[in-house]
Antibody, heavy 121, light 113 residues
Framework: QVQLVESGGGVVQPGRSLRLSCAAS????????MHWVRQAPGKGLEWVAV????????SLADSVKGRFTISRDNSKNTLYLQMNSLRAEDTAMYYC??????????????WGQGTPVVVSS | DIVVTQSPDSLAVSLGERATINCKSS????????????LAWYQQKPGQPPKLLIY???TRESGVPDRFSGSGSGTDFSLTISSLQAEDVAVYYC?????????FGQGTRLEIK
């Protein structure tokens, strides 16, 4: 069955960087688009980033554009989110999400358990 | 950006009764080329990630009980639980995937009356 396991979260000071990883298993990772979605404590869901199956097409939310980068290594079945210049408002649970399509223009089919990121001095 | 608004923000329903949550998008999420509405619904229980319930506005995900149904057209959609069970207590979100940035409704908290 589909498994998505996020890692790399933690407590970080404002302005610093963090890289999240999502290890995928139970499906052919290289054929599906992937997303990152976050949820601030006690708040709703916010889409953060998307990448197509090949990695050739990417998009980021305006709130993270210029600071975050999404990438993938299909040889390692792993999705990444590089987060630079972190701000307090980036504090959230970050979920790795599998799209049902390679073009990553579908619904959010499978979700990982999430990794927490806390930005605080 | 497409704004998605849910109503109500919270809802209390008696066990066995019907619960309906509404979702309105600021513009159409209908793609005429495939005649599909790019609207999904998720259930989130405390301490858990969201779980997909409904996609294409009315297609139930495999394994989701048939008391859950989605409907709607144009810019107005709804999620209905036909007979509320105790395990349905959760926050429910609608999500438009018609365009990027994908956006969610603010969530509806469903409780037992």
């Amino acid at each position: 069955q589909v498994q998505l396991v996020e890692s790399g979260g933690g407590v970080v000071q404002p302005g610093r960087s963090l890289r999240l990883s999502c290890a995928a298993s139970g499906f052919t990772f290289s054929t599906y688009g992937m997303h990152w979605v976050r949820q601030a404590p006690g708040k709703g869901l916010e889409w953060v980033a998307v990448i197509s199956f090949s990695g050739n097409t990417k998009s980021l939310a305006d709130s993270v554009k210029g600071r975050f980068t999404i990438s993938r290594d299909n040889s390692k079945n792993t999705l990444y989110l590089q987060m630079n210049s972190l701000r307090a408002e980036d504090t959230a649970m970050y979920y790795c999400v599998k799209d049902p399509y390679g073009t990553a223009d579908g619904y959010f089919h499978h979700w990982g358990q999430g990794t927490p990121v806390v930005v605080s001095s | 950006d497409i704004v998605v608004t849910q109503s109500p923000d919270s809802l209390a329903v008696s066990l066995g009764e019907r619960a309906t949550i509404n979702c309105k998008s600021s513009q159409s999420v209908f793609y005429s080329s495939n005649k599909k509405y790019y609207l999904a619904w998720y259930q989130q229980k405390p301490g858990q990630p969201p779980k997909l319930l409904i996609y294409w506005a009315s297609t139930r995900e495999s394994g989701v009980p048939d008391r859950f149904s989605g409907s709607g057209s144009g810019t107005d959609f709804s999620l209905t639980i036909s007979s509320l069970q105790a395990e349905d207590v959760a926050v429910y979100y609608c999500h438009q995937y018609y365009s990027f940035p994908n956006t969610f409704g603010q969530g509806t908290r469903l409780e037992i009356k």
